[in-house]
C-alpha cells in the first residue's frame, strides 16, 4: 500500500508537518465518574452497571472527587492553569454506545487549560503547548456480530457491554505543534511515552494502552516549506501504542505529501489506523461538522476548586520524570545510552526500587535491562508484571556478591523465583543451587581435569595463562556449574605453579 | 424568521426523529409562531448580565470514591428490546463514533 | 360516597392513631372508590389494588403490635406516572416507555414507602409532563371532576384529578413550569411547588433538569405540609439537592396566622387575557387576608413579562437532551428492527411512532434553540433574562415577605380547545413559571368559584427560596377564613353535589 508513496525524506524536503495530540486516559478511581459502579477492567458484560451509568430514565449523576482531584494533578503536572469555576456540559449526539445520547464532557470551561510540556528527542528538546485538559467519561463497548471482518463495516448486528460506560477519563489536547520538522512522528511518540510516565508517576491511571486505558488520536498536517498557513488535517483515531504513534503518523505525512505534491487536496477526515497493513484507511468525512449543541450539564453543579485545595494537590505532585530521570542517572552513573535504553524499556522504577532494596546501580540495571527484559519479551509481559519484585532482585545480588551464586545459578533462582518458588534464598536452598566452595572437592576435580588435558596443563606451565579456560570449563562442568569460576581459576594456576 | 418544512426535517434528522411530510409541513408554521414570540428576550439579554443555569448557587457537589455495587446482570437486560450473551443487541451501525 | 373519602390525611391519621379505623378499610374505600369513578375521569394508569391491600393491612399489624409511625402511615396516596417504581410499570405518559418497569425506586418514592404511605396507583400525566391539559398524554385525557368536559389542568392532571374525585386524599406531583400549581387552580385542589433542590429529583423522569421540582398535592393546606415534611430534605444522589434543614411547614400550617406579614401582587399579572371570574376570586382573596391583618402592597416584577419565552427556550433545550436516551437500544419501544434496518434509522422510527406532538415540538425546539449558529441568541439570551427574573424577585423579596398572583389566568378550558394552538396552552403556564426560573418555593391554594363559569380559581402565593414554610402560613390561613364563610372546603361542594345528585 506505502509503495505508491512518496518517501519520508522527499515528502520532508517539500513540507512541514503540524502536529495535533489529543490524548484520553482513564483514571484509575476505584468507582465511575458519576455512580458507584467499580471500573475493575474485564468484568463479565454489564455486570458494572447501575441507572446512573445504564442512563436509566430519572437517574443523576453525582460527581466522583477523586476524579476531580486527579484531573487538576494532572493539570497541575502539565503546568496547566487551573480553573477556579468550571461546567460540566453535555455534547450531544446519538450512538448505542452512549446510554444517555449524551457525553457528559466539558466545553469552554474545561478544568485546566494553557500548559505545556517539554520532550526530548535524540538530545533535542521539543516545546509541546498544551491547550486544555478536561474531564468526561468513557463510553460502552461494542462488539459487532457478522460480516467477515469484525469490524463495525458489515456487521448484521452489534451487542453492547456498558461496564465502560462512565468511567471516568481525562483528555488532554495540544495547540498545534509545530517546527519538529521530520522529526514529528518522533516527537509525538515521546510526548505519549511521557504522558505514560506522567500519569503512572501520579498514580492516576493504569496507562496500559493495550486495555485502552491510555488511547491516542494524532492529528496531523501539511505547510509547504516556508509557508506558515496550516493545511488541512486529518484525525487518526485510537493509534493505540507507542510504535504505532510513529508508524501512523510517518504514513500520514507520507500520504498527504503525495497527494499535495501531486495538486491535490487532502480532506479533512478522520482515519482508521491499521496496526496490521501499516496504513490508515479514510472514516468519517469532517467536511459537515457535527452539531453536538452542548450546553451545560443541569443535572450537575459548578466545580469551583479553591486556591487552597489546588496547592494542597499542587504538593501531592511527584518530581517531574525529566527532573526525576536526570537526577538517577546522576545518582546511579549511568551513560546517557544506559539510561536511554533503561527508560525505554520501563525499568526505571524497577531498577530505583531494586537499588532503593540495597542493590548496587549497576548489577541492578543489568538484571532489569538484560535478563528480566528477556523473560519479560519471552512471556509477552510488561516488565513490571513480571513475578519477581525489585526486593527478591536485590536478594538475589546480594547472593551473588557473597559468592553463594555466579551468574549461571541466578539465573536458574530466577527461574525458580518466577515459577513460584518463593524467595531467591529459598530457590537455592530447594533446588540445591549454591555454589560449591569445598576446596577439597573442588581441587580433586582440577586434578582430575588436569589428568585428563595433559596437552593443556603443559601449555599453562609454560606461562600460557589463557589456555585455564578449558581446564575451568571441564571443572565447571564436572561440578554442574555449582563452583565459583574465579576460584577454580585460582586452584589450577596455583597447581600448575603459575601464581 | 421564516421556518421551512425543509429546515425542520434537517432538526428532526439530527433530533433522531422520523416525521413525514405532513408532520414537517405541520411544524413548520407552529415552530415559526413559537420562535417569533420567544425572540422577545433577546430584547432585554443585555451583554453585562451573567447567565442563569441554576436557581440556586451551589458548588463542588461530590461523592467519595467508593464502590456501592450495581444492578443485578438480569435487572440490567430485563427490559432490553433485545440481548444475547449479556449483552445488549442493537441494529447494525452504520456511522462511526463522534 | 363513602364518608372516610371526603375526610382529610390529616383526619385519617388521627382516627388510625385512636384505632377508629384501620388502613385496610380506608385503602378498600378509596379502591372502591377508583373502581367507581376512574373509567370515567382516569385519573389513573395502572392501579395497585392488590398490594395496596396488603401494604394496609400489614401496616395495620405493625400498628397494633405497639410499633411507632410516622403521622402518614396508612394513608393512600397516587403517584404521578414520572416516579420511577418498581412496583409498577412507570411510563411518564408515553407510549416509548409503555410497560417499562423500572429496576430502582425514585428517592420520594422511597421516602413515600418508607413512612408507610400506601400507594394506590399511578396517575396520568402530560407525556413526559410536557403540557397543561393532561391531554398529550399518550393513553388518553384526564377528565376534570367538577366538569368532566375539562381538562384537569397539567400536567399534573391525574393527580389533582385523583384529589379532586375522592379517588385519593393525597398525591406526588412535579413542577417544572406549573405542573403541580395549575392542575391544583383548576381542580379546587391544593398543590405547592417546593423550593428546587429542596425534594430530590432522582427517579424522576426528567423533563427540564434545572427546573423539575417534585412536590405535594393535597386537598388542604396542611396535609400538603404532612407530605412536604416527609419528601422533603437532602439526597446525596441528586447534586442539586439541598443539604440544609427543612422548614417547619406543618407548623407553618397550623399556625396560619398572617398578622403583620407583607404581602405583595405581582402588578404584572393581571389584565388583558385574565378572566374576569378569576380577577374577582383573586381580589376578593386579597382583601379576606388584609381582613387577617396582612399589608397587602402592588410589587412590580418587569421581567416577569419574559418568562415564559425564556421558560420556552431554556426548557425545551434541556428536553431535547434529557429525551435524547429514549432510543430503542436499552429499553422501551423499539420500532422498525427487521435486521436490515440500521440503529440510526430503528432510532428515529421508534421515537417518530412513541413520541406525541407536543414532545416533538419541544424536542425540536430545543434541538434548533441549541445549535450552532443559535445558541447565544435564544438559549444564551435566555439564561440572562432568567438572571434578570431572579432580580426581579429579590428586588421584590426585599420589600415583602410572599408575593400573590392568580394561579392561572382562567379557569379550566374544554377539552380540545388549545390543542391546536400551543401557544394558547403555553400561556396557562404564564403565572407559574417565574418561581420555576427562580427555584423559590409557591402554591396553590383555592380560593373559590368562578362567578363566570362555576369552576375553581387558584391563588398562587410565591415566597424566597428556602423559605416554604411562608407559602403554607399563607395558604393556611386563607383557607381556614374561607372555609369559616363556606363552611368547609371548596372542594366539599363538589362532593356534596355529588351527594345530592
Ligand atoms: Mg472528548
Ligand atoms: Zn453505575
Redesign the pocket.
Known amino acids: 500500500m506505502s509503495d505508491e508513496l512518496m518517501s519520508y525524506d522527499a515528502a520532508l524536503e517539500l513540507f512541514d508537518p503540524v502536529l495535533g495530540l489529543?490524548v484520553?486516559v482513564e483514571l484509575n478511581t476505584a468507582s465511575k465518574m458519576f455512580c458507584g459502579c467499580s471500573t475493575a477492567f474485564g468484568g463479565a458484560p454489564n455486570s458494572q452497571t447501575c441507572p446512573v451509568c445504564l442512563g436509566l430514565p430519572g437517574s443523576l449523576p453525582v460527581v466522583n472527587a477523586k476524579a476531580i482531584e486527579s484531573a487538576i494533578r494532572i493539570g497541575l503536572a502539565l503546568n496547566c492553569e487551573i480553573a477556579g469555576w468550571c461546567r460540566f456540559a453535555r455534547?450531544n449526539y446519538f450512538y448505542p454506545d452512549m446510554t444517555k445520547d449524551f457525553?457528559t464532557?466539558q466545553y469552554d470551561e474545561p478544568i485546566a487549560f494553557e500548559g505545556g510540556v517539554d520532550v526530548e528527542v535524540d538530545g533535542e528538546t521539543y516545546q509541546i503547548p498544551i491547550e486544555r485538559a478536561?474531564m468526561?467519561e468513557d463510553a460502552g463497548k461494542l462488539l459487532h456480530v457478522g460480516g467477515s471482518t469484525g469490524r463495525i463495516q458489515g456487521a448484521d448486528y452489534s451487542l453492547v457491554d456498558y461496564n465502560r460506560a462512565g468511567v471516568p477519563?481525562i483528555?488532554i489536547v495540544t495547540k498545534p505543534v509545530r517546527g519538529t520538522g521530520a522529526k514529528a512522528p518522533q516527537v509525538a511518540k515521546a510526548y505519549v511515552a511521557l504522558l505514560r510516565d506522567l500519569m503512572r508517576a501520579l498514580d492516576v491511571s493504569d496507562v496500559r494502552m493495550e486495555q485502552g486505558s491510555l488511547r491516542c488520536d494524532a492529528n496531523v498536517s501539511l505547510m509547504p516549506k516556508g509557508s506558515s498557513e496550516l493545511g488541512l488535517r486529518t484525525e487518526t483515531k485510537n493509534v493505540n501504542s507507542l510504535r504505532s504513534i510513529e508508524a501512523a503518523l510517518t504514513y500520514e505525512i507520507r500520504r498527504q505529501a503525495t497527494i499535495l505534491a501531486s495538486g491535490g487536496r487532502v480532506h479533512q477526515e478522520t482515519r482508521h489506523w491499521h496496526e496490521d497493513g501499516s496504513y490508515t484507511s479514510p472514516g468519517r468525512s469532517k467536511e459537515q461538522a457535527e452539531d453536538y449543541r452542548y450546553f451545560p450539564e443541569p443535572d450537575l453543579v459548578p466545580v469551583a476548586p479553591s486556591a487552597g485545595w489546588v496547592e494542597e494537590l499542587r504538593a501531592t505532585l511527584p518530581e517531574p520524570p525529566a527532573a526525576r530521570q536526570a537526577r538517577l542517572q546522576g545518582e546511579w552513573g549511568f551513560t546517557d545510552l544506559e539510561m536511554r535504553d533503561v527508560v525505554n524499556g520501563g525499568g526505571l522504577d524497577l531498577i530505583d526500587a531494586t537499588v532503593a532494596a540495597g542493590c548496587a546501580a549497576q548489577p541492578a540495571r543489568k538484571w532489569w535491562t538484560t535478563e528480566l527484559t528477556r523473560r519479560a519479551n519471552e512471556a509477552g509481559l510488561e516488565l513490571d508484571e513480571l513475578a519477581i519484585t525489585p526486593v527478591q532482585v536485590a536478594a538475589l545480588q546480594a547472593l551473588v556478591d557473597a559468592g553463594t551464586l555466579n551468574d549461571k545459578l541466578a539465573r536458574q533462582v530466577i527461574d525458580g523465583v518466577l515459577a513460584g518458588e518463593g524467595e531467591p534464598a529459598e530457590v537455592v536452598e530447594a533446588r540445591g543451587l549454591a555454589v560449591v566452595s569445598d576446596d577439597g572437592a573442588l581441587a580433586a576435580a582440577v586434578e582430575r581435569a588436569i589428568e585428563a588435558n595433559p596437552d593443556v596443563a603443559d601449555r599453562i606451565r609454560e606461562g600460557k595463562v589463557q589456555a585455564a579456560g578449558a581446564l575451568i570449563g571441564a571443572v565447571m562442568k564436572e561440578m554442574r556449574g555449582q563452583a565459583d569460576a574465579g576460584r577454580v581459576r585460582e586452584l589450577i594456576l596455583a597447581k600448575l605453579a603459575q601464581v | 424568521m421564516a421556518i421551512t418544512p425543509a429546515e425542520v426535517g434537517r432538526l428532526a434528522e439530527l433530533a433522531r426523529i422520523s416525521m413525514t411530510p405532513d408532520e414537517l409541513a405541520q411544524l413548520a408554521p407552529q415552530l415559526e409562531v413559537i420562535l417569533e414570540s420567544v425572540a422577545r428576550v433577546t430584547e432585554v439579554a443585555a451583554g453585562d448580565v451573567p447567565p442563569t443555569s441554576h436557581a440556586l448557587p451551589l458548588t463542588n457537589v461530590f461523592r467519595a470514591d467508593e464502590v456501592t455495587g450495581s444492578l443485578p446482570v438480569a435487572d440490567v437486560l430485563a427490559a432490553a428490546p433485545a440481548a444475547e450473551d449479556d449483552r445488549f443487541r442493537v441494529p447494525r451501525i452504520l456511522g462511526e463514533q463522534a | 360516597m363513602n364518608p372516610l373519602l371526603m375526610l382529610t390525611a390529616s383526619e385519617l391519621s388521627q382516627m388510625l392513631r385512636a384505632g377508629e379505623v384501620s388502613a385496610r378499610e380506608i385503602t378498600a374505600a378509596h379502591l372502591d372508590r377508583i373502581a367507581a369513578v376512574d373509567g370515567d375521569i382516569h385519573s389513573f394508569l395502572a392501579v395497585d389494588s392488590e398490594r395496596a391491600l396488603a401494604t394496609a393491612e400489614a401496616l395495620d399489624d405493625r400498628r397494633a403490635a405497639g410499633e411507632e409511625l410516622d403521622e402518614l402511615a396508612g394513608i393512600p396516596i397516587a403517584v404521578k406516572d414520572l416516579f420511577c417504581y418498581t412496583g409498577l410499570p412507570t411510563t411518564a405518559g408515553s407510549r416509548i416507555l409503555e410497560g417499562w418497569r423500572p429496576p430502582y425506586n425514585a428517592t420520594l418514592t422511597e421516602r413515600v414507602l418508607d413512612a408507610g404511605l400506601v400507594v394506590l396507583g399511578k396517575t396520568n400525566l402530560d407525556e413526559f409532563a410536557m403540557g397543561s391539559s393532561t391531554e398529550s398524554s399518550g393513553y388518553g385525557p384526564t377528565r376534570n371532576p367538577w366538569d368532566r368536559t375539562r381538562i384537569p389542568g397539567g400536567s399534573g392532571g391525574g393527580s389533582a384529578a385523583a384529589l379532586a374525585a375522592f379517588e385519593a386524599p393525597l398525591a406526588l406531583g412535579t413542577d417544572t413550569g406549573g405542573s403541580i400549581r395549575q392542575p391544583a387552580s383548576v381542580t379546587g385542589t391544593v398543590g405547592v411547588k417546593p423550593t428546587y433542590g429542596a425534594t430530590s429529583r432522582y427517579g424522576v423522569i426528567a423533563m427540564a433538569s434545572s427546573l423539575d421540582t417534585p412536590g405535594p398535592c393535597a386537598r388542604t393546606v396542611l396535609d400538603a405540609a404532612l407530605l412536604h415534611r416527609v419528601i422533603a430534605g437532602w439526597d446525596p444522589r441528586d447534586s442539586t439537592s439541598i443539604n440544609a434543614a427543612v422548614p417547619d411547614v406543618v407548623g407553618a400550617a397550623r399556625r396560619a396566622d398572617v398578622k403583620g406579614l407583607r404581602i405583595g401582587v405581582v402588578k404584572e399579572f393581571g389584565g388583558e387575557g385574565y378572566q374576569p371570574g378569576v380577577e374577582q376570586r383573586f381580589r376578593e382573596a386579597l382583601s379576606v387576608l388584609e381582613g387577617l391583618g396582612a399589608e397587602i402592597v402592588e410589587v412590580s416584577c418587569p421581567h416577569f413579562d419574559y418568562a415564559l419565552a425564556t421558560y420556552y427556550l431554556i426548557m425545551p433545550a434541556e428536553v431535547s437532551s434529557n429525551l435524547a436516551r429514549f432510543d430503542a437500544m436499552r429499553y422501551g419501544l423499539r420500532v422498525g428492527d427487521d435486521g436490515e434496518r440500521s440503529a440510526e434509522e430503528v432510532m428515529s422510527l421508534t421515537r417518530g411512532a412513541g413520541f406525541g406532538a407536543e414532545v416533538k415540538r419541544r424536542i425540536i425546539l430545543g434541538t434548533y434553540a441549541l445549535s450552532s449558529g443559535y445558541y447565544d441568541a435564544y438559549y444564551g439570551s435566555a439564561q440572562k433574562v432568567r438572571t434578570l427574573i431572579v432580580r426581579d424577585f429579590e428586588a421584590a423579596f426585599e420589600q415583602v415577605d410572599v408575593l400573590v398572583s392568580p394561579s392561572t389566568p382562567t379557569t379550566a378550558f374544554g377539552l380540545g380547545e388549545r390543542i391546536d394552538d400551543p401557544l394558547a396552552m403555553y400561556k396557562a403556564d404564564l403565572c407559574t413559571i417565574p418561581s420555576n426560573m427562580a427555584g423559590n418555593a409557591a402554591g396553590s391554594f383555592p380560593c373559590g368559584l368562578s362567578p363566570d363559569d362555576g369552576l375553581p380559581v387558584g391563588f398562587q402565593v410565591m415566597a424566597p427560596a428556602l423559605a416554604d414554610d411562608r407559602v403554607y402560613l399563607v395558604g393556611a390561613a386563607l383557607e381556614a377564613e374561607l372555609g369559616r364563610r363556606w363552611g368547609g372546603l371548596l372542594i366539599d361542594q363538589l362532593a356534596s353535589r355529588e351527594v345530592s345528585a
Request: aromatic share 0%.
Open positions: 489529543e484520553h455534547k457525553q464532557s478536561h468526561e477519563l483528555e
